[in-house]
């Protein structure tokens, strides 16, 4: 177990949130690089277009920015490198389970 001191500036009760570390490029246009560490706060749902944290298998948590088109969700990598994820409305595994609150840079 590793611990990591996280500006708190924006952020209430710690018990709110949780981190991940940035894996890849994918989302480079959004200024995160691999190796960042991402502060998400704990929630089931985004807006349109804010970046989240998803889970679309069992295993696999990834940061992607979400982007409802008639009634289309895709998670959208932030790097025109990649294609968006088109999440299949019958998956079960698919869920939101936060949002975007704090990068803190990988020096």
Same mark, same amino acid.
């Given at each position: ?29 959004? /200024? ?65 389970? /936060? ?9």
């Amino acid at each position: 177990l590793e611990y990591i001191p996280i500006p708190s500036k924006g952020l209430s009760n710690p018990e709110n949130y949780f981190c991940q570390i940035a894996d890849g490029d994918s989302m480079k246009d959004a /200024g995160i690089f691999d190796g960042d560490l991402l502060v998400f706060e704990k929630t089931s749902r985004v807006d349109n277009n804010a970046i989240g944290c998803f889970f679309i298998d069992e295993n696999t948590a990834m940061c992607k920015k979400l982007t409802i088109v008639n009634n289309v969700i895709m998670l959208m990598p932030m790097n025109s490198d990649y294609q968006p994820i088109i999440v299949d409305p019958l998956n079960e595994c698919f869920r939101c389970i /936060g949002r975007l609150k704090k990068v803190v840079k990988d020096f």
